[in-house]
Every structure is written in C-alpha cells, then in structure tokens.
C-alpha cells in the first residue's frame, strides 16, 4: 500500500502538476476527481422541465453545504487565530525541564486563538465578556496547550457549576433572550464569582482588541526540573502594546459599527507586519510556600500577589502569521489543557481537573475521534501509539503495524526519562468537601484589593457606572431580592464601592446594612 501511494503521488508531481502549472490553470473537478462542465445549471427535462436525479453534481454540491457547519463551540464560539513564535529570553531550567525552555534565543511555533466566552459565533467582537487566551505550541516533546483568559481568575472554583454558570451567560429559555436577571441570580447566589464580576465590569471587560490586553493561564500548573523537583507556577502574557480598553459606551457604539473589528484589527496589523508581541513571566511558589498561604492557592477564583510572588521573565510571543483558510487552522483548531509536556504538569486546582477531562471530550463531540490528525492540531513530530480506526482516520491508521501492546513485532517503547514524580495528596479521605477552611470561603478580601489598590479613580467610576447599569435589567418579582442579595457582596468587598452602587440603583442604603447584619447573624 505504502508502494501504491509513494507512486501515485510521484505520477501525480511529474504529470498532472507540470501541465497544470503550465497551462496556470486548474480543471474543475468533484471531490473523486473527474473534471465536469456544467456548474451553474442542472440537468432537467427541457428547459422549464423537471430536473434529473441522475445529476449527481447538484447533490453533491447541496449535500456538502448542508454539513458545512460544524457544532459551534458550547463556550468560546466566537473566535480569532493567528500563528507565531515563541523566543526564550531568560533561563528557567531551575523550575523546569521542558524542552522549550532549554536554551535562551529557542524558538518554537506557536497558534494563538482568541475567543469572547458567552457569544455565539455571530457575537460581537465587543461585547462585555471575558476573552479566551488559548495558546498551541508546537514543541518536540508535543503539543502544550496553555489554555486560558485575559483574566487571572474565574467565576468559580469548582467545575460541577461550570454548565450552570454557562446556561446563565446563554439564552432565557422562554424568551430566548440574554438576561440580566438570572446572571445577576447566580452571581449573587455565589459570592466567589464577585472577583471575576468586578473585573468584567471594570473596563477590562470590554478591551478595545485582541493586541490589547494581557494573557494568562489562570490554573495553577506545576512545573518540574531535570532533579524531578516541584513548584507550581501561573502563566503571564504581558501584552507590549500597552493595556486598551473601550468604556462601556464605545464598545457599544462597536458592536453596532463593526461587530468584527477584533478580527479585523488582528489580520490588518499583522498583514502590515505589525507583529504584535506579548512577554510570557511566570509566578512561583513552592510547597511550603502553598502550605502558608492565606488563601488556597489552587482556588481559580484567587490570585497571587506580586508584591509576594514576584513575576520571572520568561520570554517573547510574537504573532506574525494569519491563517490562510480560517476554517481549517481557527474553527478547527481544539486546545486542551490537558495537553502538556515533559517538565509542566497538572495541580489539585479543581477547574483544571475538570476541564483535563472536558475539554478533549468536546473536542471530539465538534471535530470527531481523530481531531488531533487535523493538520492544525496534529503534532509536527513523530507520534506512536495504539490508537485506531474512528471517524475520518486520515493518517494510514498505522498501516500493518499491530494494534496493541505489548506486543513482539515493533520497536516502540516507554522512555522511562519521561516518567513524572509522584504527587504527595492533601488527603486520603474522599468526601463532598464544603471547604469551610481557613481563607476558603474569603470571596471578599482579594475584589477590595481590587478596588483599592489595582484601580484609579476613574476605573472606579466607570466600574460602578457599569455594574448599575447591568444590574438595571434585573427584572420580575425576585429584582428586589437579587439586587440586595448582590449589593451585600459588594458591601462586604468595599463600603464605599457597595453605598455608591446602591445609591446609583436608587436603593436604601440603611436597608442593605440591615439586610448584611441580618446575613451575619444568622450565618
């Protein structure tokens, strides 16, 4: 077989692609191969008779268009990709072993798709969300998948509330409609999204492009060294065109003039080869350190102070390439933080644990079995495994090779240089923790740190310029009860942030101390 195909290919070089190149030109043809004239008319029984199922070309044409729409992503629908490079600056082999970091000037290659969250793939560019962060590098020990936002943190902490969270973002099932009423429900009903709500009501929720804001992780990962030691680490792109951002009323004055305009902004600077650039840095914290911690440290919805861990340069992300067909490199592109290397690797963060599992599993449900085959997705080095057959198997399925393993007849083996440390747990008890610990359930401390110390005054106005505004379209007979339950939060962050929003909303001040003294006692 393998014969059969390096002839036809070699056929196909010495004979069809002279002539073609030749005459410059390319013979129509369908999708077996044989050339056909009649594009734009079918054939039919006279000229106003009914047309012949014999002309297949009609259906195939029709066919095709009606599966040319894959499943739209559940979250992240709306989408932009660019491909690039990686340059290592600064030596970090103290923390890791992979290979991508082993030498200062490195280069790797690189896709980055940037994404809105809650849209569907019509959304607005500009729309008050969170933007997806997904980086694919091509490195030669795999595919690394560093899959985040532009944001630190998230809503929540554990992954059996993702769906619920999600549907919030999505349509109102009577009326099909966005709703500020059951977003601003959950959020109140789940204090630990205040963090993450502040942010994406502040000017960050809104950044003016892609180019414009930073990267990051946001799971904790680890990373582990040639001596098999462990830090956990969180990943930082700073962006080096400087932080841009829309008010609320130009974003919304965007969606209407060019709902695409973070696409377009993209392709057309990178197309005048203004390559955009973001500085890659890592935070670190050791063991002990996680141990001592005020805060659980593999909690998404909580950061890490830089005053107290520091960010470490790393390198350069540079982005210098548009895909040139956005289906096949962008839409079909799947990233999975599932997928690391050698010398980066997993933590007891609870939304990663879930999304190791989630992510692969949408991928296949949207491309099939085979996605990592995709070219856009498959690793550009030698892949060997047992893996076969399954839909759209394109890669000669492992030929006569066998199937299984062990097995007497091939030559593949486990590297035991590769084999990771093992993981001391937290505990050997399994249980539906509440996680009533200390700094557990602090969802306040870290929103007032934001408030206070990352932001100006002018953030602060429009921040609460924007959050009365969202919470303006609460509407039905729970409003009252919603926007109070709300604005406790908001109180018990900052006093001030919480009297200015509710005097914005119109709502008694006096009621809502009331209300937050009633909730403590009773706690």
């Not at 992510?359 to 080095?381: F, K, M, T, W």
Request: overall charge neutral; aromatic content about 10%.
């Amino acid at each position: 077989m393998t014969n059969f195909v390096n002839k036809l290919e070699s056929d196909i070089t010495q004979n069809i692609l002279p002539m073609n190149k030749k005459e410059n030109k390319r013979k129509l043809t369908t999708a077996s191969g044989k050339p056909y004239v009649e594009n734009e008319n079918t054939m039919s029984a006279g000229p106003r008779g009914p047309l012949l199922l014999q002309d297949y070309i009609l259906h195939e044409k029709m066919a095709h268009f009606n599966r040319e729409r894959i499943p739209e992503r559940v979250v992240h629908a709306k989408g932009t990709g660019a491909f690039g490079t990686f340059t290592v600056t600064h030596d970090i082999s103290k923390y890791t072993k992979a290979k991508m970091f082993n030498k200062i000037g490195k280069e790797t290659k690189l896709l980055i798709r940037f994404s809105t969250v809650g849209g569907e793939k019509g959304s607005a560019d500009s729309e008050r969300d969170p933007r997806g962060f997904a980086i694919k590098f091509y490195t030669e020990d795999g595919n690394w998948d560093l899959v985040g936002n532009n944001t630190p943190i998230f809503f929540i902490k554990d992954p059996k509330k993702f769906s619920d969270f999600i549907h919030t973002q999505k349509r109102e099932p009577r009326t099909n409609c966005k709703s500020p009423t059951m977003m601003w429900d959950f959020w109140s009903l789940n204090p630990e999204s205040l963090h993450q709500v502040m942010i994406l009501m502040s000017d960050r929720g809104t950044p003016y492009s892609h180019r414009f804001m930073n990267g990051y992780g946001s799971h904790t990962f680890s990373m582990i060294n040639a001596n098999d030691e462990r830090v956990w680490v969180k990943f930082h792109f700073k962006t080096l065109q400087g932080i841009k951002n829309f008010t609320n009323d130009e974003a919304t004055e965007m969606k209407g003039k060019d709902p695409d305009f973070a696409q377009r902004d993209l392709v057309e600077a990178i197309d005048k080869k203004d390559f955009p650039k973001w500085a890659l840095k890592i935070q670190v914290m050791t063991d002990k350190q996680a141990a001592d911690f005020q805060f659980n440290p593999f909690d998404l919805t909580k950061i890490w102070p830089h005053a107290d861990y520091p960010l470490i340069d790393v390198g350069v992300m540079e982005l210098n390439q548009i895909p040139k067909n956005y289906f096949a490199e962008v839409e079909q592109s799947a990233f999975a933080p599932a997928h690391v290397v050698d010398g980066i690797s997993y933590s007891p963060d609870k939304m990663l644990q879930g999304r190791l599992l989630s992510y692969p599993d949408a991928h296949r449900y949207r491309l099939g079995s085979n996605y990592e085959q995709i070219p856009v997705n498959r690793c550009p080095y030698a892949v060997n495994n047992y893996e076969r057959d399954g839909m759209m198997r394109v890669d000669g399925n492992g030929e006569d090779s066998p199937n299984y393993s062990p097995n007497s007849f091939d030559d593949i083996y486990t590297d035991q240089s590769y084999k990771e440390p093992s993981m001391e747990l937290d505990s050997n008890i399994a249980d539906w923790y509440d996680r009533n610990g200390a700094g557990e359930n602090d969802h306040f401390t870290q929103a007032g740190w934001l408030y206070n110390k990352a932001m100006n005054e002018y953030d602060r106005h429009n921040l609460v310029s924007n959050i009365v505004g969202a919470m303006s379209g609460i509407s039905g007979p729970k409003k009252d009860l919603i926007i109070n339950r709300q604005l406790c939060h908001f109180f018990r962050a900052d006093a001030k942030l919480g009297a200015a929003i509710a005097k914005g909303l119109g709502v008694d001040v006096e009621a809502v101390m009331n209300e937050l003294k009633h909730q403590e006692v009773t706690a």
